[in-house]
């Protein structure tokens, strides 16, 4: 069993920052790439922010430059801060991971809950 469990979302003002972290654990061998996604009311879920295991990142457009996706390979987590946070960056941000949980199966792709970030004009 594998478990993606994000903290940090939250209520902010515009112009304020935020930092979510999303904790991988249970059966274990590997971490491939991991990201965030956002979901906002009426809308279909977006890809975020992704980081390979060798650290390359990738970002949405929208976010370019105010968010930054990083990640603690002894820790299992991913982090992901946010400045300048807008009122359109309101969303449910999911935790992705694809992990592989013994060195002979293929990685399989899990999800967090996902954390509500609030981001009041």
């Known amino acids: 069993q594998v478990q993606l469990v994000e903290s940090g979302g939250g209520l902010v003002q515009a112009g304020g920052s935020l930092r979510l972290s999303c904790a991988a654990s249970?059966?274990?061998?590997?971490?491939?790439?991991m990201g965030w996604y956002r979901q906002a009311p009426g809308k279909q879920r977006e890809l975020v922010a992704v980081?390979?295991?060798?650290?390359?990142?990738s970002y949405a457009d929208t976010v370019k430059g105010r968010f930054t996706i990083s990640r603690d390979g002894a820790r299992n987590t991913v982090y992901l801060q946010m400045i300048s946070l807008k009122p359109e960056d309101t969303a449910v941000y999911y935790c992705?991971?694809?992990?592989?949980?013994?060195?002979?199966?293929?990685?399989?792709?899990?999800w967090g809950q996902g954390t509500q970030v609030t981001v009041s004009s």
């Open positions: 980081i390979s295991s060798g650290g390359r990142t």
């Open positions: 992705n991971a694809a992990i592989r949980s013994r060195s002979y199966t293929t990685p399989g792709d899990y």
């Open positions: 249970g059966s274990i061998f590997s971490i491939n790439a």
